[in-house]
Structure formats: structure tokens, C-alpha cells
């Protein structure tokens, strides 16, 4: 059993940044895919960014490539997602996700172990 817990968001202006961090415990952290998805209002979960259990690879939709950056530190637990040049429309909650499988995917319904999510607001 995997219990993650999200935090950093909150209210930022557009062009801003923010950091989210998911604490993980158990102690096979380190042999998880995981990965961060969010939901706005109204509209389906959707995939954000990946990493592989090693952190070697990393994946991201195309709405985030170049603004928002995946890591993990396996010695802490914890996986990251580095937000910046934020926009309007990724006002969102975001969960963070771990995925048990061998191989990452960008389907929720893949992964095994949710956060309770942390909300996003970027005001323009």
C-alpha cells in the first residue's frame, strides 16, 4: 500500500511559478512509475508528466513541454513537478499518481495509488 500526499499549490499570476511535491510512503517508493495528472472544472483527468521508477526517463504532454519539469528523489520519497511560465488554463487540481506496472503510462485509470490533490490557480 502507497499513500501520497500533495502540496505546494495555490494562487499564482500568470508568467509565475510554482514547485508541487508528492510524499510517498512505503518503502518501495523507488520502484514506482509515477506520475502527475490534473482536473479542472468540468473536465476530465488529464495526464501532465511522467517519470520512470529510476527517474532516468521522463514524459510530458504536450500543453506542459518546456514549462513544467518532472523529478523524484527516491531517498526522500518524494516527486516533484517544477511549474513555471504558468498559464490561465492550467488552473487545475492536480494528483500526483504512482504506477506499480513496468512500463509508465499516460492513462489514469493505469495507475494504482492516488493523491487527495492540490489545487492550482493561475490568475491572468
Known amino acids: 500500500q502507497v499513500q501520497l500526499v500533495e502540496s505546494g499549490g495555490g494562487l499564482v499570476q500568470a508568467g509565475g511559478s510554482l514547485r508541487l511535491s508528492c510524499a510517498a510512503s512505503?518503502?518501495?517508493?523507488?520502484?514506482?512509475?509515477m506520475g502527475w495528472f490534473r482536473q479542472a472544472p468540468g473536465k476530465e483527468r488529464e495526464f501532465v508528466a511522467a517519470?520512470?521508477?529510476?527517474?532516468?526517463?521522463?514524459y510530458y504532454a504536450d500543453s506542459v513541454k518546456g514549462r513544467f519539469t518532472i523529478s523524484r528523489d527516491n531517498a526522500k520519497n518524494t516527486v516533484y513537478l517544477q511549474m513555471n511560465s504558468l498559464k490561465p488554463e492550467d488552473t487545475a487540481v492536480y494528483y500526483c499518481?504512482?504506477?506499480?506496472?513496468?512500463?509508465?503510462?499516460?492513462?489514469?485509470?493505469?495507475?494504482?495509488?492516488w493523491g487527495q490533490g492540490t489545487q492550482v490557480t493561475v490568475s491572468s
Open positions: 517519470i520512470s521508477w529510476s527517474g532516468g526517463s521522463t
Open positions: 499518481a504512482a504506477d506499480i506496472s513496468t512500463n509508465w503510462s499516460p492513462r489514469p485509470y493505469e495507475y494504482d495509488y
Open positions: 512505503g518503502r518501495t517508493f523507488s520502484s514506482y512509475n
